[in-house]
């Protein structure tokens, strides 16, 4: 903190100073090194950028982004003006493009940029218009057309939101987060831009992620829109085309590897921490070689959690724990299910993992149980069925790499393909994290058909749209109007025509972020524990009644979402308390906190969600 405040003073003394030359120098018509005479004003930060006046957006030299406090707070590429009409006029003949070819809705874009324009204007009026249209809006501020705003990013920025670090900014972020104008900051989404949904790498311009996850944040949470902060952590784009796009907005450069990367991920993280210490940082969307590390780096010090590896994991053994009760079987035949899994990288090995844990618990929690819980799962990536055959196999798949012997008398080799594992397994789940879409080929759901159990389950769980592996017209029309269908992206129900209805659920893990977040923030819990997570998990496998599974609705339709999260938030602040993590929240204290019984948790929860209501407002000169 020390260090901090210090930064702090000498960076608002510097502030002073810059003021008094230039007002000096405005009196005696000083030009500055820009060779123009400066134009006098008053306001710093965000004020300076949301006034049409003097804004630049990207234009801002570096000189200027020091002088005005606005490092940090636009994307690090600087555009001349030329540039940057150049960006927006070819944003401007995109949209007729997009009417013609674009996605399924033509209109998704349009619309996500109108309600952008209302975020920026209103935003109480922005957050009432999301929550009371929430089915509709989701997918336009969410996932899927938030996959397609991160890649037409550079036509699309206008006000930005958010903070910007980037490789550039060693040693100044401690400062730099100063430049943030709220005093209280509660939940920050971080990403890298490394693997934004199944699109790759889309550098800088991933921080749509952070946004859209933060906006259901406060629909779905009810976290205060004023301290919430989607964040871009650019260490520059392994991504070809940007790294030669005059349009890019981030660093044109490799990213970082190694120690580097990690030294910044590092400085970041102890600069938000000094200047909110009870901030939660959820870390999205980093590609898996690092989602792994950065997690086991930072989860047992720092109120952190990764929403691709531990929101999703819950998120599938909820859907996985429904698809067991859907054929009228009890949850703890669960360790019986067959699963393949097609997609071994940051969200197929945390779904495998949790469920690999799940099922040993339920068997006891023995060392034969783990062992018979792990013989349950298949796993296929892009080099085909994992074996203990594999050479430089990854460390986190190691344990579910299948015995060489055991797969030869089921007729499978290492590297066998997706369907001749189908076929010989006959599973109960099919799986897909593997972000291609139509992996679940005709093929493949023909396989399917061979299935031993009475509901066969297929979750294509890849995002966006496109990505899915299968539809759920595709796979209803083959397996049929019992099978059990969910997917990442929103599709419609199937209709049968008999008044039938294939159920389409969204297995995504919006119905679990959060929960865990405002769960963590309202407990006061210094980390996210894995009993938190899995208290999560389970208070939304138990929310669906016994009527809707056997429906095949494993998952809550997303109007339910401000509901649902207001539960799992209690159930993760309940297990909390159970392991005495729990350190309070402003006026509530761990005493008081232990001593509410269940209804008055959800009472306490649904106090402190922000509803969008227009407070009275009155003047003050300080
Ligand atoms: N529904 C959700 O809530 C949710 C949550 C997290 C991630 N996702 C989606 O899951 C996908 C994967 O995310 P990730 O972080 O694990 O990505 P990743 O890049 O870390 O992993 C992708 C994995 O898929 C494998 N793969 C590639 N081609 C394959 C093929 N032909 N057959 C089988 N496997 C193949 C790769 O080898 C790798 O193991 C993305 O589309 C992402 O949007 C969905
Ligand atoms: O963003 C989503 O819709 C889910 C998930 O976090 C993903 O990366 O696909
Ligand atoms: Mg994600």
Redesign the pocket.
């Known amino acids: 903190m020390g260090i901090a405040n210090n930064l702090r003073l000498s960076s608002s003394l510097s502030r002073i100073l810059h003021r008094r030359i230039l007002y000096s120098s405005a009196a005696r018509s000083f030009t500055t090194s820009e060779g123009h005479r400066p134009t006098i004003v008053h306001k710093q930060g965000l004020d300076i950028l949301h006034d049409p006046w003097f804004n630049k957006g990207t234009a801002f030299t570096m000189t200027e982004r020091n002088r005005l406090d606005l490092r940090g707070l636009l994307p690090p590429n600087v555009m001349d003006s030329e540039q940057q009409i150049q960006r927006f006029m070819t944003d401007l003949k995109r949209l007729e493009e997009q009417a013609r070819d674009g996605p399924s809705d033509p209109n998704a874009l349009a619309k996500w940029r109108i309600l952008n324009r209302l975020h920026d204007r209103n935003e109480t009026m922005y957050y009432k218009v999301l929550i009371n249209n929430i089915e509709e809006y989701a997918p336009i501020v969410y996932t899927p057309t938030v996959g397609l705003v991160c890649q037409n990013y550079s036509g699309l920025f206008r006000r930005p939101r958010g903070m910007y670090f980037s490789a550039e900014d060693r040693g100044e972020m401690m400062s730099m987060v100063y430049n943030w104008p709220a005093e209280q900051v509660d939940m920050i989404v971080v990403t890298d831009g490394s ?1 934004i ?2 699109l790759g790498d889309l550098g800088v311009h991933g921080i749509g992620i952070a946004v859209g996850k933060l906006d259901l944040y406060v629909a779905a949470a009810g976290i205060n829109p004023q301290r919430v902060l989607p964040v871009m952590i650019d260490v520059g784009t392994n991504n070809e085309k940007l790294l030669k796009d005059p349009m890019y907005l981030g660093l044109q450069q490799r990213r970082l590897e190694d120690d580097d990367y990690i030294d910044v991920i590092d400085e970041f993280m102890e600069a938000v921490y000094t200047r909110w210490p009870h901030v939660i940082v959820q870390f999205e969307d980093f ?2 070689k690092w989602a792994f590390k950065l997690l086991q780096r930072y989860r047992y010090t720092n109120r952190m959690f990764n929403d ?1 590896v531990q929101g ?1 994991a819950g ?1 599938a053994i909820a859907g996985l724990l429904g698809a067991v009760r859907a054929q009228g079987r009890p949850m703890i035949d669960f360790p019986k299910m067959k699963i393949v899994v ?7 090995i945390g779904v495998l993992n949790a469920a690999r844990k799940t099922m040993a618990r339920m068997l006891g929690n023995t060392e034969t149980a783990f062992d018979s819980a792990q013989s349950q799962f298949w796993v ?3 080099q085909g069925l994992i074996t203990e055959g594999r050479e430089n196999i990854d460390p986190e798949a190691q344990l579910f790499a299948r015995k060489t012997k055991e797969m030869e008398r089921l007729g499978l080799k290492e590297g066998a393909t ?1 369907v001749e594992v189908v076929r010989e397994v006959k599973p109960d789940v099919l799986l897909g ?4 879409g139509g ?1 679940f080929s005709k093929e493949v759901l023909e396989a399917m058909k061979g299935s031993t159990s009475t509901r066969p389950a297929i979750f294509a ?3 966006p749209t496109k ?1 899915a592996e299968c539809t759920p017209q595709d796979a209803f029309s083959i397996l049929g109007e019992n099978m059990i269908f969910a997917s ?1 992206s929103p599709f419609k129900n199937v209709e049968f025509g008999s008044g039938h209805v294939g159920h389409c659920n969204q ?3 919006m119905y679990l972020f959060p929960g865990i977040g405002l769960g963590t923030l309202l407990s006061g819990a210094p980390i996210v524990s894995d009993g938190m997570l899995q208290a999560a998990s389970e208070c939304l496998a138990a929310y669906m009644s016994e009527e809707e599974v056997l429906q095949g609705i494993i998952y809550p339709p997303i109007s339910r979402i401000r509901d649902i999260t207001k539960r799992i938030a209690a159930a993760v602040i309940k297990e909390a308390i159970e392991e005495d993590l729990v350190e309070g929240y402003r006026e509530m204290d761990a005493r008081e906190l232990q001593k509410l019984n269940e209804e008055e948790l959800m009472e306490y929860v649904e106090n402190n969600m922000w509803n969008p209501e227009y407070p009275t407002l009155v003047y003050k000169d300080d």
Do not use: I, P
């Open positions: 693997r949904l199944g590609q898996s691709d999703t998120v097609a997609g071994a990288g940051s969200a197929g296929v990536d892009a997706l994290l593997s972000a291609v992996l769980m890849s995002n990505n990442g297995g995504n893990n």
